[in-house]
């Protein structure tokens, strides 16, 4: 069953000048994502996912087309606080969503919102930081975290409000690798553990790797979707619209143009050298 | 440098001070700075001297943090007391000029440096002891009556919160830009006033470009953790009074009636 339903959507900002031809920033999508997933939404800058991504919790609505979250159409306004509590948004900038002084104080704003008791808000916010693994840090002060650990804790803050699905801008941006690793190790284990649906915003290929699905996304459309290895198996068509694919994927490729002979394309490097080895055997 | 600024600063603890209702200590201190205005004599002086060294005492922060917090101020306490020095009534003791300096003048400088120590010290100990959600939560309740004649007080709270939250956060870019802009060859402290005022407009260009920005941000994140207003809405934190909120407003009484007694039994010296 589908829990995020895009129908032919279209959207553009306003505030585009006058006199050119109106841009759609996002230009005629469809899509949709099923409960319990985890997807992969890439594309580079500005070819609107994070447009698309604000389509999800009503923060937008489309000019054209439909979106519906678990069935109930975005354009009800009286379903607005439903949506929200059900797909909760990470964006992109973490010093931007951190609203309170105090980390546990922050993740227990969405709670304290919803009108939760306070003796549930303390349950549940122990809980989102022990899934964040950032409990530790509870009584510290956001402004003095890394980028990471303030990744994790607006996560936390989503977590908290018990979403059914999380959809996340960009969250690797600006970490270093091993930032990135505990963002993204955070996020495969509450779709495995929690069963909660993600959506992964990205320009990275090696991120999208993980995922269950990808959506590649070009100047507002989707230009293909498919699995990880059939989505990155589309190398020339990923070139041509200037999307790199995982260096692994590319090896085998330039290899099989050489007239090595593969069956397969690997995602990640384990798999390539496995796949290298039998060839050299 | 910028960040030399405790304004705000939590200190996380348990002591006595800390598990106060954040209501009381916010009515306490009131009470408290008014009465160090009332010290008209010696004693009562020395008596809130030795209450603002106690609740230091207990609020378990280290001194070292009170004194920065004093560090920002001093140079208003010594410029406010040699004022005062000079303007006392009364038979000069010592005159240069048309300076002169009375007995009455040295005390005036004494009490209004003793003063000021103890309400800087008396008020950091509030922000150290209190975390900002907490103290905005407790004005937020106390001035609840207001909403009758439509005052927003939720909407001012939060904004205080906010507020709070990104002051660091602004400092710290504030910081940024200053090194990037002497990082092109901008030069901050040469010239006269004009030219240095001058120099600061491109760090406040984008100072506040991104302020703006950020606000809009900040906008929408808490649009997506459905918040909607103060209606309707918990808090995770639940105050409310207990036997120790007692045991600080008797202390506070305590003093303030020593004071009184004070005034009474002695003699102004100012
Ligand atoms: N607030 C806005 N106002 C006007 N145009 C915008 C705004 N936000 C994004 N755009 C434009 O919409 C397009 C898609 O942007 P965006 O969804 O942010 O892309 P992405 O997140 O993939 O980088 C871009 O061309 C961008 O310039
Ligand atoms: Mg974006």
Redesign the interface.
């Known amino acids: 069953m589908e829990f995020i339903s895009a129908q032919d959507i279209y959207f553009s900002y306003e505030e585009i000048e006058v006199g050119k031809k109106v841009i759609n920033a996002v230009d005629g999508v469809s899509l949709e994502i099923k409960k319990g997933e985890f997807v992969a939404l890439l594309g580079h800058n500005g070819c609107g996912k994070s447009t698309m991504a604000k389509h999800f919790n009503e923060m937008l609505l489309p000019d054209k087309g439909k979106v519906f979250v678990d069935g109930d159409d975005t354009a009800d306004e009286s379903k607005t606080f439903d949506i929200r509590k059900k797909v909760g948004l990470v964006l992109q900038n973490p010093d931007n969503q951190l609203v309170a002084s105090i980390v546990e104080e922050d993740v227990a704003f969405g709670p304290e919102n919803l009108g939760v008791p306070p003796e549930k808000i303390r349950e549940r916010v122990d809980s989102a930081l022990k899934a964040v693994d950032m409990y530790e840090y509870r009584k510290n002060a956001p402004f003095k975290l890394s980028g990471g650990q303030k990744k994790r804790i607006a996560i936390a803050g989503i977590l908290a409000m018990q979403p059914e699905c999380i959809v996340l801008d960009e969250p690797t941006a600006m970490l270093d690798p091993s930032g990135r690793d505990e963002v993204l190790s955070t996020l495969i284990k509450l779709n495995r553990e929690n069963n909660i649906t993600i959506v992964l915003i990205t320009h990275y290929m090696d991120e999208a790797v993980l995922a269950d699905r990808v959506i590649v996304m070009d100047a507002g459309k989707i230009l293909t979707e498919g699995k990880p290895d059939e989505v990155f198996s589309q190398v020339e068509l990923l070139k041509k619209h200037r999307l790199d694919v995982p260096q692994a994927t590319e090896l085998i490729y330039k290899l099989r143009g050489c007239g090595v002979n593969f069956d397969k394309v690997p995602l990640t490097d384990e798999e390539c050298i496995k796949m290298l080895e039998e060839v050299l055997k | 440098m910028v960040r030399d600024i405790t304004l ?1 600063q ?1 200190y ?1 603890g348990k002591s006595f001070l800390h598990r106060l209702d954040p209501r009381s200590k916010i009515i306490l201190l009131i009470a408290y700075l008014v009465i160090i205005f009332c010290t008209f004599n010696y004693l009562s002086l020395l008596l809130v001297t030795i209450f603002t060294a106690l609740v230091i005492a207990i609020s378990g922060v280290p001194f070292k943090t009170y004194l920065k917090s004093l560090k920002i101020v001093i140079t208003i306490v010594i410029i406010t007391s040699i004022l005062n020095l000079f303007y006392g009534t009364g038979e000069p003791i010592w005159q240069w000029w048309i300076i002169s300096v009375t007995a009455n003048g040295i005390n005036r400088a004494i009490f209004v440096t003793i003063r000021i120590i103890c309400l800087i010290l008396a008020s950091s100990c509030l922000t150290f002891t209190t ?3 907490d103290l905005t939560d407790a004005l937020e309740r106390l001035l609840k009556p207001l909403n009758k004649i439509h005052f927003p007080v939720h909407e001012v709270s939060m904004m205080m ?2 507020a ?2 990104f002051v ?2 602004l400092l ?1 870019e504030t910081d940024k830009i200053m090194q990037a802009q002497k990082a092109r060859g901008a030069d901050m402290e040469a010239g006269n006033l004009f030219t240095r005022i001058k120099a600061m407009i491109p760090i406040l260009v984008p100072l506040f470009v991104s302020a703006f920005r ?1 606000a809009y ?2 906008a ?9 207003g103060g209606s ?7 105050i409310h009074m207990t036997k120790r909120d007692a045991v600080g407003f008797i202390g506070v009484a305590l003093i303030i009636i020593g004071v009184f007694i004070c005034n009474i039994m002695m003699k102004k010296v100012i």
Request: proline residues 9%; charged residues 30%; glycine residues 6%.
């Open positions: 705000g939590y996380p975390s900002p959600t919160t906010l709070l939250r660091p956060t710290e950020r941000e900040v929408t994140a808490m649009e997506c953790r459905c918040y909607n309707g809405r918990t808090r995770m934190k639940v």
